[in-house]
């Protein structure tokens, strides 16, 4: 996290005055994966490497067997094309 970016519960309030509705989980998820999508390339091997395992691993949700697979090619289409949904 940059310096002067606030963390989580620390939002500043909206310019207009209007409060918005807290993003759900699944908003917050895709967020924070398209980030780490982003910052691939920064991350150590061994970094990579945990998050690459962790995603086979994961409590709470269905066990994925092509689940690397799928990142790995998402990762490489990123490194070659840019980000793309």
Same mark, same amino acid.
């Given at each position: 996290?940059?310096?002067?970016?606030?963390?989580?519960?620390?939002?500043?309030?909206?310019?207009?005055? =209007?409060e918005r509705p807290r993003p759900s989980?699944?908003?917050?998820?895709?967020?924070?994966?398209?980030? =780490?999508?982003?910052?691939?390339?920064?991350?150590?091997?061994?970094?990579? +490497?945990?998050?690459?395992?962790?995603?086979?691993?994961?409590?709470?949700?269905?066990p994925m067997p092509e689940a690397r697979n799928e990142i790995v090619k998402l990762?490489?289409?990123?490194? +070659?094309?840019?980000?793309?949904?």
């Amino acid at each position: 996290m940059k310096a002067g970016n606030p963390i989580a519960g620390q939002m500043p309030a909206a310019h207009d005055g =209007v409060e918005r509705p807290r993003p759900s989980n699944e908003q917050i998820l895709q967020q924070l994966g398209a980030a =780490v999508l982003l910052c691939w390339d920064d991350l150590s091997f061994q970094s990579q +490497t945990r998050i690459l395992d962790q995603a086979n691993d994961i409590i709470g949700l269905a066990p994925m067997p092509e689940a690397r697979n799928e990142i790995v090619k998402l990762l490489l289409r990123h490194s +070659t094309q840019g980000f793309r949904q």
